[in-house]
Nanobody, 124 residues
Framework: QVQLVESGGGLVQAGGSLRLSCAAS????????MGWFRQAPGKEREFVAA????????YYADSVKGRFTISRGNAKNTVDLQMTSLKSEDTAVYYC?????????????????WGQGTQVTVSS
């Protein structure tokens, strides 16, 4: 099966920036649409951003639109999340996810593979 590994999390002051990355390995038998989710303390997991396999289609949660940018990495089965203007509300464990889908961004229920998460902490 596909294994996902996130990296790039850390502690940052409000207004700062971080870049997360995710790499897929293992049995990548099909094209992968990819996305980012997060789970903040006391809240349920929420969608952050999604990108199609080709990179042509992007979709963002309203809470991060204009501040975060999702992009395909140098390799096909990689994805980055560039986060700017961070605020305390962005503090969460960020999860990379992948779906065996071609042509469109994946919907929430279509993600079959998940990383273990990387902690992002934004101090005020």
């Amino acid at each position: 099966q596909v294994q996902l590994v996130e990296s790039g999390g850390g502690l940052v002051q409000a207004g700062g920036s971080l870049r997360l990355s995710c790499a897929a390995s293992g049995r990548t038998f099909s094209r992968l649409a990819m996305g980012w989710f997060r789970q903040a303390p006391g809240k349920e997991r929420e969608f952050v951003a999604a990108i199609s396999w080709s990179g042509d289609s992007l979709y963002y949660a309203d809470s991060v639109k204009g501040r975060f940018t999702i992009s395909r990495g140098n390799a096909k089965n990689t994805v980055d999340l560039q986060m700017t203007s961070l605020k305390s509300e962005d503090t969460a464990v960020y999860y990379c996810a992948a779906a065996p889908k071609y042509g469109e961004v994946a919907r929430n229920g279509e993600y079959d593979y998940w990383g273990q998460g990387t902690q992002v902490t934004v101090s005020s």
